[in-house]
């Protein structure tokens, strides 16, 4: 792991490996079949559209219950993995898969760093953060006028205290102009901590 800090009005860019291992096969998956029982330790949801972002124990779940919201034939339209602690003495950093959330330990922004996602924050007037960070798939199965559009983009918000409160996410899928936008609120008391 590399990490360069410039001073100014630079960016402090920093390399991180993600650790997208599958939970062991002996670990409890809860089934979330529907928005109803979509619960854990923390939980952000957009229970219009439905999609969430859970967490229970150390790992997390992401997308849409299993006969909600889903595409057609999807057995399992949401994924599982650790929730990784990727922090650097730079900054806090947590993510859950593609989705990374960071924020600078010495107050500075912006903060950039890469690996398949590319995420920049910045403090905001109330001591807390704004973040957006965008993820690309690249396969030799998408069409070629796909290349280079993300395949996920979420923007968040850090309060005062560090903990993220809001998540903001697109999608965007092979065939559809438009990306499916789900804004996944914090329902729990406890949240993400960075």
């Given amino acids: 792991m590399q990490s ?3 001073g100014g009005a630079l960016p402090l860019i920093i390399s991180l490996v993600q650790d997208v291992t599958a939970p062991p096969a002996s670990a409890h998956h809860p089934f979330f079949d529907t928005m109803e029982k979509v619960k854990g330790d923390i939980v952000y949801a957009d229970r219009k559209s439905p999609f969430f972002l859970t967490i229970v124990g ?11 919201g889903g595409l057609p034939g999807d057995d399992t339209p949401y994924t599982s993995g650790y929730l990784t602690d990727c922090s650097t003495p730079e900054l806090s950093c947590r993510a859950a898969g593609a989705h990374i959330f960071v924020r600078s330990k010495s107050g500075l922004g912006p903060v950039s760093f890469f690996d398949d996602t590319a995420v920049i ?3 905001n007037a109330d001591r807390g953060w704004w973040g957006s960070g965008s993820w690309s798939y690249h396969s030799a199965d998408l069409p070629k006028e796909y290349y280079g559009r993300p ?3 979420y923007q968040y918000e850090v309060n005062s205290v560090g903990v ?4 903001l996410v697109s999608y965007w899928r092979v065939g559809r102009e438009q990306p499916l936008v789900h804004e996944l609120k ?8 960075l």
Wanted: no cysteine; net charge neutral.
């Fill in 4 to 6: 360069i800090a410039t």
């Fill in 58 to 68: 150390n790992i997390f779940y992401i997308g849409h219950p299993a006969f909600e």
């Fill in 121 to 123: 924050a910045w403090p």
């Fill in 151 to 153: 395949n996920v983009a």
């Fill in 164 to 167: 993220v409160t809001r998540i």
């Fill in 186 to 193: 914090l329902e729990t008391v406890r949240g993400i901590q």
